[in-house]
C-alpha cells in the first residue's frame, strides 16, 4: 500500500511523460494518459500480476488499452515498470518513424504492448477473446498454469461502438467473471461533450447484459483498489465506471476537449508543472518515484517464480504440450495427416461443395490438433464448421471446444484476435464471405498483427443462390486480397481445401481467410501429389506445349475453366488452366515462377464469380474477364451462372473471338 | 376493429402465402413470417398510414422489415393489401430470377418495399434514419405536410448485431418518439435457441437508451393494438418486445429452428392446414380474407387525400420546394454556383488539404442547397464537414443541419441510408477513410439499392502521419473501387474536389465517397475550364506528343506526378499525366476514350499511396506502381512518404530505368 502522496507522484510521472513526449512529438492525445493514471498506478503497482522480466510469462494478467490513443499511458507504463525494452529514449521517439511508440500501440513493437489498438471498440472485444482463452486453458491445464485476470481501459468511443455491444453481450453470456473492464468515464469526445451524441446509461446497460457493475471516482486511489478487489471476486465479469477528469491536472484546459487529441502547448504544460507541483524536468522521472515504480515493477516476480515451479511439478507430457502450444508450434504428425488425407480423397475423387470439404478437413485436423477453437456466428450448419471433436462451450462448461458467437461477426473476429494474441489455442470460426464486411476492421488488425487464425467463410458468390445480392459476394474476394499480409485463399476442391487449410494453420503469421462454396464442385485434381501445390498461390493444373488460350480461374471457377479447356483442346486450340488459390501467396514467389505460370499464350483468359479486380495482373488489360460486372440476382445457383454468363460454354466462346 | 376470428383469418392468409411460396421455391425462411404473423395483421390493418394507390405519398408511414429473411412476409402484405404490382403470380416466382420477389427484399422490385433488407441489423439503423429525416422535414415544413411513424420489425439477429446498438443509442438520445421498433421475440437462431450465445435483457437494455419499452404476447391482437397505442403517444421511441412462436401453426416444427431457414415441407404443411382450419389451397387466399385485406388497404386512402389537399393549401413556393425535395431534384442554379466557384479557385490557385476543398465546397454548396443534412462520426474538427450554415442538430431542436452520429460509424452509414430511402434529404457525413470498413455492409447497400448520398472520408492515406498504420488506408481505396455501383472520389485539387461534389450530389442513383487528404497538396489544374473534367473518371492532365513516358495517378499523388513529369520534360523525355479522380466513371467511358486516356507510351507508371491492386488496368502488369506494399507505419506524413518510396524522385528513377 503506498502512501497518498506517493501514488500522486507515481501517477503524476505518467501524466507528465505522456504531456511531454506528446509536445515533442507535437501530435498525440494527452488527455486520456492524465486522466487514467490514477487507475492505472493502482492496477500496476498493486494488482496487475506480471513481470517485466518474463513478459511473455504465460498466465501473467492481460492489460488491453482499448483506448489506443493514450498510447502514451502505455508506454510510460512499460516504462516505468522496467520493461528493458522500452527506454526514455523510447519515449522521446514518441511517434517517429521506425520508434517502438508508435500514435497507437502497435503489437509487436514492444514487451507488454498486448495487442494493436486504435480502432475503437476492439481491445474490449480482444479482452473477451483472452478471457476466453483463459478460461478454457485452465479448464484443460488446471489453475496452476492457466489463472488470469484481462484488464481492459476503454473510453466513451470504444462503447459507443457497435462492436463494443456485440463483445460485452458474449462476456455477460458466458460469464468470463476474470474479465475487468475499466470504463475511462471522461464525458469527453473530440466533438466535445459526450451529450453532443449519446446519454446512454453505462451502468444500466451492462446491468442488462448480466455484469458486475461499480461506479467510482477515478481519481481516487482507494475507491479504484476496493472496484478491482470487488470485481477480482466476483462471479460476473466487472465494469467499472470510473469518473474522471480528461487532461487531469491541466489548470485551463482539463476537462475540456482541448486535452484529447492536441498538444498542451508549453505554457499549459508549465502551469501543470506547478499545479501538481512537479519540478523535474522534461522526461525526467525523480529517482524516488522512479524507484517505487520500479520495485513496483518487480511486484509479481515472486509469483512468476512459483508458477515456473508449478509448471515443472506438472507431469512432463502436460509440461511439453502446455510448452508447445505456447510456442505455436502444431504436433509433429500434422503434416503426415494431412498427407494422407490427400492420399485418401485422390483414391475417391469426391464431388463436394469446399464448404464440406472443409469439414472433412476439419474432422482430421480438430482430432489431432487439440488447440483449435472451433465456432460460427450462428451459421454452424451452413458453415459446416462443428466436427465431431467439438462439443459447445456453455457459461456453465468449458471442456467445449466449439464457440456459438451469435451474430456477432464483428466481435467473433475481435475475440479470435484476442484469442490467438492470448496463446495456447488457434481459433477458427465461420461465417458467410459477404459477412466478412461485417468484421473486415478486426480481419485487418489481425494481418496488422500478423496473427494466426482461420476465418471460414462459406458462400462465396452467386452460388449462394435465392439468397439474392444481400447475401452474394462479388467484390469481397477483391476487398479482402487488398489486405496486405492477408491470405485469402479460395480452394477449387477437396485436395486445395486441405491444401489450404495446411498452409493456413502452419502460418504462424499471417491470418487467413477461406472462402468456401455453398454448391458442389468436381474435383480439379484427381491424382495425389505429396507437394502442397496451392503453397505457390498459383499453378499450372492443366499444362500444354505451346499454349494458345490459358485460363485461370479459381475456387468454383476452376470446374468451368477445366470443362472449357477440354472443349477448347477437343477442337485442337492448345489451352492452358492455371488454377489461382491464394493470389497473396503466388506474389511471394520468384519472379521467374510468376512469370512462367502466367506464361504467354497469346489468350488469356480469366474467369472467377466475382469483379475483375486485380485479375489484370495475370491476363492483362486487354485479357478476357469472365465474371461479374454488378451485384448479383434472387435464383438458383445455376441459373445465375447462366444468367450471368459465367459458364465454360462462355469461355470457349471467348478464346475462340480472340483467336478469330 | 376485426373480430378475432377475422384477424385469425387474416393473419394466416400471410401465414399460408409464407409457408407455400418457400415451399414452392424449395427455398426461404418460413419461420418469421409465421410468427410475427398477428403483428404485422394488427399493424397494417389497424395502424400502418399507406395508400396502395400511392406508394410514394410522402407522408406515408414507413415499415422496415429489417429481419429481410422473412421477406414473404412483406411480399404477403404487399399482395393482401392490394399494392398492383404485387401480384399472386409474383408470391409463387418467389426467390426465381427475375422476380420481384427476391430471397431478401430488394428496394426498387415493388412498391412498399422501403429498404433492402437481409444483413442484419441494417433495417434499425436504417428506421433510424427515415425517423430523423421525418421529424427534420416536419420541422421545415410543418406537420401538415410531415408526420408519420416509422416502424420496424426485427429479429434476434439483429439485437445482436453491433449496429443495433449504435443505431438505438442514437435514436434514445435524438427522443426519435415516432420511431417504433418491433422485436419478433420468438427465441430461435439458425444454431437453435437464442440461449446457446445470448442472454441479454434486451427491454433492460432499451431502458439504458431511454426507450419506452412494452413487453406483449405477438399473438395477441388487443396486446399488439394496445402497445402500438401507447407507442405512438410516447415521448420516447419505443421498443415493443413481443413474444412470438416462431412457425406458429406448424404443429411439429413450431417453435424450433427447423422452420426458421428450409421449407416446411409438404407434409407438415398440411398438418398445418388442418391444425388452422384452412382449407384453400396453396396461394388461394379465401375472398372473404382477401376482401377484409383489400379493405385494410384502403383505410388510409382519406388521409391521403385529405394530406393533398393540405398540400394545395400551402403557400406555393413551399409546395414548390417541399415537391423538389421529394423529386431529389437539385435547385436550378446548383451547376452555375459550381461554376463560379471553379472560377474562383482558379484565380486564387490555392494550396490546400482537400478535406478544407471539401468545406470550401460545402460552404457553397450548403448555402444552396437546404436538402443537405451534415454530420460527423465524432471527427467534426478533422472532417472539415460543418460549414457556416450548419448548426447541430440536438434532441430538442431540430432546426440545425448538422448531426453529431457520435462514434458510430455503421449506424451513420446506415442511417444515412435511410434518410436518403426516406426522401426529401440529402446526407453527407463524415469519417476516416481508413472508418469506411467500420461501416462497409452500409456502404454495400447504398450501392445496392441505387440511392444517393455522400461519404466524407478525409486522411485518406499515410499522409495521416503519427497516427500510425491503424489509421492509414492502404487498401480501402482498392476495396471501395471494388464495390459496385459505388463512385469514389479521390481529388486532387481544389477545383477536383468541386467537380466531384458537382457529380456526387447530381448523382441520383449511386451513392459517392470522397477520400480527401489530412495533408496540403498544391493545385493540379491552374486555369478554369468550364467542363467537369472528373465525370471522365480519369483525364489528360498534361498531355505530350510522342509521350515516352504516361504517370497516372489519384489524389495527394497527382502533386508527384507532375513534378515527375516536370523533371522528366526538363531532361527531354515526353511525359503525360493522367489524373484518375474516379475510376468507376472512367469505366464508364465509350472505349474509344478509355484507350485514348490509357495511351500507347512505351513506358506506364501510376502512383498512388496505396496498393496496386486495380492499377494494372492501367500500366498492365509490367507497368511501374509506385505505391504500398505493406500497412503504413506511424511518424510524420512526409518522412513517410520518403520512407515508402512514393516521390517525385522515385518516379524520375523508375521512368529512366524503364527507358535505359
Redesign the interface.
Known sequence: MTSRDTHNRMANAIRFLAMDAVEK?N??HPGLPMGAADIATVLFTRYLKFDPKSPLWPDRDRFVLSA?HGSMLLYSLLYLTGYEDMTIEDLKQF?????KT???P?YGHASGIET?????GQGIANSVGMAIAERKLEEEFGSELQSHFTYVLCG??CL???????AV??A??LKLNKLILIWDNNNI????PVS??????????F????WNTIEIDGHDPEQIAAALEAARTSDRPTFIAAKTVIGFGAPNKAGTHKVHGSPLGAEEIAATRKALDWEAEAFVVPADVLDAWRTAGKRSADARKAWDVRLDAVAAETRAEFLRRFSGDLPEDFDAAIDAFKKKVAENNPTVATRKASEDVLEIINGLVPETLGG?A?????NNTKTSQMK?IT?TDFSGRYM????????TAAAMNGIALHGGLIPYSGGFL??S??C??SV??A??MGIRLVHVWTHDSIGV???????QP??HL??L?????LLLFRPADETETAECWQIALKEKHRPSGLALTRQNLAPARKTYEEKNLSAQGAYELVPASDARVTIFASGSEVEIALKAQETLSGKGIATRVVSVPCVELFFDQPEAYQNAV?GNSPVKIAVEAA?R??W???I??KGVFIG????G????AK??YK?FGITAEAVVAAAEKELA
Chains 1, 2 share one sequence.
Open positions: 512529438a501530435s498525440g489506443g511517434r517517429q518513424l521506425g520508434s508508435a500514435g497507437h502497435e494493436t489498438t486504435g480502432p475503437l466513451d468511443g459507443m461502438e457497435g462492436i463494443s455491444q456485440e453481450a458474449l455477460g453470456h469526445t473530440i466533438d466535445g453532443l451524441a449519446d446519454s446512454t446509461d453505462q451502468i444500466a446497460r446491468k442488462a447484459v448480466h460460427s450462428d451459421l454452424t450448419p451452413s459447445s457459461p456459438h458467437w451469435g451474430i456477432r461477426e464483428h466481435a459477404i459477412f464486411d461485417y473486415r476492421p485487418r488488425l494481418a496488422l443462390g435465392e439468397d439474392g445480392p444481400t447475401h462479388v467484390e477483391a476487398a486480397r487488398a489486405i496486405p499480409n502466367i469483379v479486380e486485380g489484370d495482373h495475370f492483362g488489360p461479374m460486372k454488378s451485384f440476382a434472387s435464383g438458383p441459373e445465375l444468367h
